[in-house]
RNA sequence: CGGGGUGUAGCGCAGUUGGUAGCGCGCGUCGUUCGGGACGACGAGGUCGAGAGUUCGAGUCUCUUCACCCCGACCA
């Protein structure tokens, strides 16, 4: 690849002035039904976007231009490391997604589409295979390592349930880049570059966005990070930690735990009667002992019909994630009465004390933490005192299992704070992944020897990003756009609708500045309700009030002030 | 897929014991207004989500079905 210098300006500029009169999609006054969410109701309203159905949007022309200039800023700076745009076809052939076993092992809901010939194909939700199905016909060698390649393309989701306008939808455009590296030593370089890159799209979006440690599912590897804007409203959970050196999704978050009672001396093992209800809470009522010292069981069912008992300290919850990842499964349901009593345990009262062997035991690291703990005794009504692991019982598979809590310590010593974040993209290692499952996904080294692909991919969906912007930059009268993303430069509003409106506005044309020229003849008021609505950055005003002079308003700030056209044109090109 | 809810004009909604459909916004024409979503007059716009049933008669009652919204399990 060659080292190209890439250069590029600071801000997209797109051709065209616009009349407002002429503008395809009109804003709209009134609240929207449904739904609560900020920028779902600002997009709808200020005629950027309008549902088709569930989950799949139109883009009306003021948002595609927003989408157009996200989709720039990080055309350039994927193109800036040197990565190469592409296209797939939309349909993916079904074998690919066959030959890798994604068919049934993806995260999200495949859609199929079979063509007049009676072939299957996939609509593709992301395009591993079809990358990996392209390099591997091109039978390149180590001298074309590393590269990467990417796509805007349709993503095809057949998501459960749609939610929150563009935040979780069925039909996205999605940026997803592969990288190909000679082994795990280069593709470490990579995937650095490739988490500054991301930061600096973001940050040329205007959001902040913290890389979060994440879980790779069922691919795994070490290297895994979701980009999240913090927001109350985003459907991530994860934790920072006060020195900020720590962040991590829910599902992979560890945390310290300190011995709860470590100069109890242990005691015999001991059942009695115990009347009680089925839940914790009646455990903790029935005995008088706190919540921590009880053994919390939970017993669950995996796709492959196994059974898994999961035990955990009390006051602590089981991460569902952690669970599958250590017992590798896919998907998870709760046990049913039945299926407890068939091993000889009782619902309510589970211990894992006698299970081992009828079971798969999950104990947590949590359970080294407590002496003499108390819990069911596997029969109705029955409870057992000092229950200690090792002497009493063993567990097949010891792991970390357990959600970490607001207020948890991280290994490090520093407080975790719960936040809840918008995942607007992600950066993840694939390794050996597909090219090991994809016959042929192999370079020729420089031994002469056939070697797969080290692989890593990166993600970034438009339409979420825009919808976070909206949701960071909104105030009760509308939308505030960045200077980087906003669909025009200026608002122009000519209050009398005067000649002066049309020479303002080619003036500004001239000067390459991107004009929203309100033009209607309409009320002040309705003009500057929409202006606020829309959100460019920039309102300038002409009327008898002005004269010769411009008012001049940034979207942000509450006061104007009167300039010559020669210095609006200097602040716009500041 | 489980739980809850809603479908009546472009949008937001009302519609009583079953009696033949209305309000606000928006839209069109005309007039008066004109720097923070003006006002008046006139007007257009509906097989009441769809299908079946009960009834002399269904927006309203019953069943079926579809769509959408909200809460959970998954993801950019």
Redesign the pocket.
């Known amino acids: 690849m060659s080292k190209r210098v890439f250069f590029y300006t600071h801000l997209i500029t797109m051709k065209g002035s616009m009349k407002y009169s002429k503008l395809y999609g009109?804003?709209?006054?009134?609240?929207?039904?449904?739904?609560?969410?900020t920028s779902?109701q600002l997009l709808t309203?200020g005629g950027f976007i309008q549902?088709s159905?569930?989950?799949r949007y139109y883009f009306l022309p003021l948002g595609w231009r927003v989408h157009q200039k996200i989709r720039e800023i990080i055309k350039q700076e994927m193109d800036a490391i040197g990565a190469q745009e592409m296209i797939t076809p939309t349909l993916h052939p079904l074998e690919l997604w066959e030959e890798t076993n994604r068919t049934n092992s993806v995260?999200?809901e495949l859609m199929k589409i079979q063509d007049g010939r009676g072939s299957w194909f996939a609509l593709g939700g992301?395009a591993e295979e079809m990358f990996v199905d392209s390099v591997r016909t091109l039978h390149l060698s180590y001298k074309d390592l590393p590269f990467n390649i990417y796509q805007f393309s349709n993503?095809f989701?057949d998501?459960?349930?749609?939610?929150?306008g563009?935040?979780?939808?069925?039909e996205?455009i999605?940026k997803d880049a592969y990288s190909f590296d000679r082994d795990e030593t280069a593709f470490v370089d990579t995937y650095a570059q490739m988490a500054d890159v991301y930061t600096r799209i973001f940050k040329r979006l205007g959001l902040n966005t913290l890389k979060v440690e994440a879980d790779g599912?069922y691919i795994g590897g070490d290297y895994c990070h979701?980009?999240q804007v913090e927001s109350p409203i985003g459907?991530?959970r994860f934790f920072v930690s006060e020195d900020g050196l720590y962040v991590a999704h829910e599902d992979v978050a560890k945390f310290k735990l300190a011995p709860m009672n470590a100069d109890e001396t242990v005691e015999k093992l001991k059942e009695v009667d115990a009347v009680r209800g089925n839940t914790m809470e009646d455990g903790v009522a029935f005995h008088h002992l706190p919540l921590w010292k009880q053994m919390k069981d939970f017993m669950v069912v995996n796709e492959r019909n196994e059974l898994i008992l999961a035990v955990i300290r009390g006051d602590l919850d089981v991460n569902?994630?952690k669970l599958?990842k250590v017992t590798g499964s896919y998907q998870l349901r709760h046990a049913t009465e039945e299926e407890i009593r068939s091993i000889g345990s009782e619902p309510g009262f589970i211990s894992p004390v006698g299970l081992h062997g009828k079971v798969k035991i999950v104990g947590d690291t949590s359970l080294r933490t407590v002496i003499n703990f108390y819990g069911g005794a596997n029969a109705k009504h029955r409870d057992a005192l000092n229950i200690n692991i090792d002497r009493d019982f063993s567990c097949d598979i010891e792991a970390d299992i357990a959600m970490c809590q607001d207020g948890c310590i991280a290994e490090n010593g520093s407080v975790l704070h719960e936040k809840r974040g918008i995942?607007?993209?992600?950066i993840?290692q694939l390794g050996y992944h597909y090219t090991s499952k994809m016959k042929g996904a192999t370079f020729v080294d420089v031994d002469g020897k056939e070697k797969p692909y080290y692989m890593g991919c990166y993600?970034?969906?438009l339409?979420?990003?825009m919808a976070a912007i909206v949701e960071k930059y909104a105030d009760a009268?509308g939308i505030m756009w960045p200077k980087t993303v906003a669909p025009f430069a200026v608002h122009l509003i000519d209050?009398?609708s005067s000649e002066r409106g049309q020479e303002v506005h080619n003036m500004l044309q001239k000067e390459g500045i991107e004009v929203l020229w309100d033009d209607r003849?309409?009320?002040?008021?309705?003009?500057?309700?929409?202006?606020?609505?829309i959100g460019i950055p920039v309102?300038l005003?002409?009327?008898?009030?002005?004269g010769e002079k411009i008012?001049y308003?940034e979207r942000t700030s509450g006061e104007?002030q009167l300039l010559t056209v020669e210095e609006v044109v200097r602040k716009l090109k500041e």
């Open positions: 009109k804003t709209s006054k009134g609240e929207l039904g449904g739904s609560q969410f779902h309203r549902e159905t569930a989950g995260g999200f992301t993503k989701r998501e459960k349930r749609a939610r929150g563009l935040l979780r939808v069925r996205f999605m599912g979701e980009y459907e991530g569902e994630t599958k995942e607007v993209g992600n993840f993600g970034i969906g339409g979420r990003t009268r209050i009398q003849d309409e009320r002040a008021g309705a003009k500057f309700a929409d202006a606020d609505l309102r005003v002409v009327s008898v009030k002005t008012e308003k104007a």
